[in-house]
């Protein structure tokens, strides 16, 4: 599975953004797809996972209300929809699959998409 992150950019907070995950290859509508993101001098921490019937989903507590992850198998596309951003949410955004295993830990994807830089300004 190769994975391309796009739709990122700068926004002013309150704003909003959505970044999209498209991926190659037909393994991708067995897979869980998660969104990650690493902001300068910080870790990289889990932001949204979606499993690959799109029926289960799981969102970190900093985002919860204001983010959401959707699919869309027959593009090969997953979303991140993002509303309401917050300058604390500006990061590298990365996406990431992992073939029928549902988990949000970063270790446990083995395919990773390139990341896209969202800034909010406050």
Known sequence: VQLQASGGGLVQAGGSLRLSCAASGRTFSTSTVGWFRQAPGKE?????????SAGRTYYADSVKGRFTI?????????????????????????????????????????????????????
């Open 44 to 52: 990289r921490e889990f932001v949204a996972a979606i499993g690959w």
């Open 70 to 122: 959707s699919r869309d198998n027959a593009k090969n596309t997953v979303y991140l929809q993002m509303n309401s951003l917050k300058p604390e949410d500006t990061a590298v955004y990365y996406c990431a699959a992992e073939r029928f295993q549902w988990t949000t830990i970063a270790t446990e994807y083995h395919y990773w998409g390139q990341g896209t830089l969202v800034t909010v300004s406050s």
